[in-house]
């Protein structure tokens, strides 16, 4: 990159999938964040777009010079992946199937190219800093439905250990389930009962090596 990238790249940069760095934009606008080095194309379909590590530290620097006018085509789309006890019912349809395929995929890259061997089978910095999002991002993608609209699934949620998140769900089954998925996706899990509601749940931390 040699040099800023202009408003209307910024605000595509601005605008990633906070949990995968995943963009939308022009083809244009995509196409050039790749000359710069602040993108690159997923090699297999639908050949999304995701921030390398240097435009991951460009969406982290703060913007000084005021904005342009916003751009004809707005920048929409985000993914978000569900921690589970959202009002709303999750959605199952092939849409969001496969948007959350897509968003895993961009995880998984995410770790080969920030991991220091390249390994894809364990989490990497930016998942240690976003734990939440990315262990109900690990559920989600293994087909684990989530908690909402009054259904049962799972929930996520933060706690005070370090590196470490709370995975609550309904029965033993489903607990088992939700410690079988994260440690596919290279946490490592353990059960416990909170000590007030003697209720089970999932004490799960991102594996290091």
């Known amino acids: 990159m040699t040099r800023p990238p202009t408003a209307a790249q910024r605000r595509v940069i601005d605008a990633a999938d906070p949990v995968t760095g995943r963009l939308r934009g022009t083809p244009a606008q995509l196409a050039a964040l790749v000359r710069h080095g602040l993108a690159f194309r997923h090699p297999r379909p639908p050949h ?61 890259e995410l770790r080969r190219m920030t991991n220091p061997d390249g390994s894809v089978d364990r989490p990497c910095g930016w998942e240690r800093t976003h734990l939440v999002r990315a262990a109900a991002l690990a559920l989600e993608a293994a087909a684990i439905r989530p908690a909402g609209g009054g259904r049962e699934g799972y929930r996520v949620r933060a706690t005070p250990q370090p590196e470490a998140v709370a995975v609550h769900a309904d029965g033993p089954e489903a607990l088992s389930a939700c410690a079988s998925a994260l440690e596919r996706a290279g946490w490592q899990t353990g059960e416990y009962t909170e000590p007030r509601t003697r209720a089970r749940y999932v004490l799960a931390s991102p594996r290091r090596v």
Do not use: C, K, N, Y
């Open 48 to 108: 999304d777009h995701f921030l390398t590590p240097a435009g991951h530290r460009i969406r982290e620097t703060p913007v000084t010079a005021p904005p342009e006018p916003a751009p004809a085509e707005p920048v929409t789309g985000v993914f978000t992946a569900r921690v589970g006890g959202e009002e709303e019912p999750p959605d199952t349809g092939p849409a969001r199937v496969r948007e959350v395929h897509s968003a895993w995929q961009g995880l998984l």
